[in-house]
């Protein structure tokens, strides 16, 4: 089992860190710094928690002004890298946000987030003063550095994970439309990464407007078109019919009579009764219809568990098995194994599992299985 992402701030790290800062500021009291940070709760606290608990610890061994503070930061931060050490913007994030340190506390975030990462220490300030704020992120993703660049788009997304959500851009995405355009063909793929998130975020509240952006951005320049193609991912799974189209996949007939896009469609168990913890194995099969139109037609093939859930109803994921072009008459012929142990994402149930298998967002075979409680 992987460790707990916590667990960074232990051994000496602590005491390492207050070192670097003594050494830097020979006014700091390490030792006093080391102590309040690991007070008794310590051990119970998770990630944030302890990036607080470091945040608030320096608030009180750094001089009481904060620019001043900011300064004794800033004769450190280069040898300060990397994820662990959020807690320096997030010190920004505490102690800035008054009016008369907005435009210093711009600059340190700037400067914090080449280090580590300002995305979820700006979204305070976004969300005090957003008519404020949207000038910054434009000026932002002009900037030459690309973490800078990435955190106009990163820290402005409606729903980043571990960060606070935005209602405001939630509910009315199109102020952030503008600096979207100007990454749009952003030469860095960590920028380019952070649009098509975003983008992907929109279309979870407004998918007709990234529908259009995709359909206007497609074609346009090869970083831009793997931003739209990133940024629909969650559009092509719902098997939307603008995206699947603008993406070349085939689509379902709805004329009746007309062959389907596949035949002989299967999906199989090894088994149909196992217990929470337990696996089981799928064999899958089609035939891709042959046309007359298309030598070749594009497919995503997928298959489904419709997971029971603790009160009894039951909730459809699906899973990919396959992407690409398929020849008319091509056969796809697989075997996939399932594990129904719990995961820290999700819990399993027990009952009667609907196992599919699906074309271009169309079942085409459909089995079953019943899921018992894991033998103690």
Same mark, same amino acid.
């Given at each position: 089992?992987?460790?707990?992402? !916590?667990?960074?701030?232990?051994?000496?790290?602590?005491?390492?860190?207050?070192?670097?800062?003594?050494?830097?500021?020979? +006014? &700091?009291?390490?030792?006093?710094? +080391? +102590?309040?940070?690991?007070?008794?709760?310590?051990?119970?606290?998770?990630?944030?928690? *302890?990036?607080?608990?470091?945040?608030?610890?320096?608030?009180?061994?750094?001089?009481?002004?904060?620019?001043?503070?900011?300064?004794?930061?800033?004769?450190?931060?280069?040898?300060?890298?990397?994820?662990?050490?959020?807690? =320096?913007?997030?010190?920004? %994030?505490? &102690?800035?946000?008054?009016?008369?340190?907005?435009?210093?506390?711009?600059?340190?975030?700037?400067?914090?987030?080449?280090?580590?990462?300002? %995305?979820?220490?700006?979204?305070?300030?976004?969300?005090?003063?957003?008519?404020?704020?949207?000038?910054?992120?434009?000026?932002?993703?002009?900037?030459?550095?690309? $973490?800078? *660049?990435?955190?106009?788009? #990163?820290?402005?997304?409606?729903?980043?994970?571990?960060?606070?959500?935005?209602?405001?851009?939630?509910?009315?995405?199109?102020?952030?439309?503008?600096?979207?355009? !100007? /990454?749009?063909?952003?030469?860095?793929?960590?920028?380019?990464?952070?649009?098509?998130?975003?983008?992907?975020?929109?279309?979870?509240?407004?998918?007709?407007?990234?529908?259009?952006?995709?359909?206007?951005?497609?074609?346009? $320049?090869?970083?831009?078109?793997?931003?739209?193609? $990133?940024?629909?991912?969650?559009?092509?799974?719902?098997?939307?019919?603008?995206?699947?189209?603008?993406?070349?996949?085939?689509? $379902?007939?709805?004329?009746?009579?007309?062959?389907?896009?596949?035949?002989?469609?299967?999906? #199989?168990?090894?088994?149909?009764?196992?217990?929470?913890?337990? #696996?089981?194995?799928?064999?899958?099969?089609?035939?891709?219809?042959?046309? !007359?139109?298309?030598?070749?037609? !594009?497919?995503?093939?997928?298959?489904?568990?419709? =997971?029971?859930? +603790?009160?009894?109803?039951?909730?459809?994921?699906?899973?990919?098995?396959?992407?690409? /072009?398929?020849?008319?008459?091509?056969? /796809?012929?697989?075997?996939?194994?399932?594990?129904?142990?719990?995961?820290?994402?999700?819990?399993?149930?027990?009952?009667?599992?609907?196992?599919?298998?699906?074309?271009?967002?169309?079942?085409?075979? *459909?089995?079953?299985?019943?899921?018992?409680? #894991?033998?103690?």
């Amino acid at each position: 089992m992987a460790e707990p992402l !916590k667990n960074i701030y232990d051994g000496t790290f602590i005491e390492d860190f207050g070192q670097k800062l003594q050494s830097a500021w020979p +006014a &700091f009291d390490k030792a006093g710094f +080391a +102590a309040s940070v690991k007070e008794a709760d310590w051990e119970l606290l998770e990630l944030k928690g *302890r990036i607080r608990r470091i945040t608030e610890a320096l608030g009180a061994f750094l001089p009481a002004d904060y620019e001043e503070a900011l300064g004794v930061l800033f004769l450190v931060d280069e040898v300060c890298t990397g994820f662990p050490y959020l807690f =320096f913007p997030d010190y920004v %994030e505490v &102690f800035g946000r008054g009016d008369e340190h907005w435009q210093f506390s711009m600059e340190a975030l700037a400067r914090f987030t080449a280090r580590s990462s300002a %995305e979820f220490a700006v979204r305070p300030f976004i969300l005090a003063n957003p008519k404020r704020m949207l000038p910054q992120l434009m000026s932002w993703a002009e900037d030459s550095n690309e $973490h800078v *660049r990435r955190l106009a788009s #990163e820290g402005s997304r409606p729903r980043l994970p571990w960060g606070q959500a935005l209602p405001l851009f939630k509910k009315d995405p199109a102020p952030l439309l503008p600096l979207l355009e !100007k /990454l749009k063909k952003d030469p860095s793929l960590y920028v380019r990464k952070s649009v098509a998130n975003h983008l992907n975020d929109i279309a979870k509240d407004h998918p007709q407007l990234v529908i259009e952006t995709a359909e206007r951005w497609k074609g346009t $320049h090869p970083h831009t078109d793997w931003i739209v193609r $990133h940024a629909c991912r969650s559009l092509i799974k719902q098997s939307e019919p603008k995206v699947m189209a603008l993406f070349g996949y085939a689509a $379902h007939s709805n004329t009746p009579g007309d062959a389907s896009l596949v035949s002989d469609a299967s999906i #199989e168990l090894d088994r149909d009764v196992l217990r929470i913890g337990e #696996e089981v194995r799928l064999h899958y099969r089609l035939k891709v219809t042959e046309r !007359k139109e298309e030598r070749q037609v !594009k497919l995503r093939v997928e298959y489904g568990i419709d =997971f029971v859930k +603790a009160n009894g109803k039951t909730s459809l994921k699906r899973f990919l098995l396959s992407d690409r /072009l398929y020849a008319g008459g091509e056969t /796809l012929d697989g075997l996939r194994v399932h594990s129904f142990a719990n995961l820290t994402t999700r819990k399993h149930y027990s009952g009667k599992h609907e196992l599919t298998l699906w074309v271009n967002g169309k079942e085409a075979a *459909r089995t079953s299985l019943t899921l018992l409680e #894991e033998q103690e």
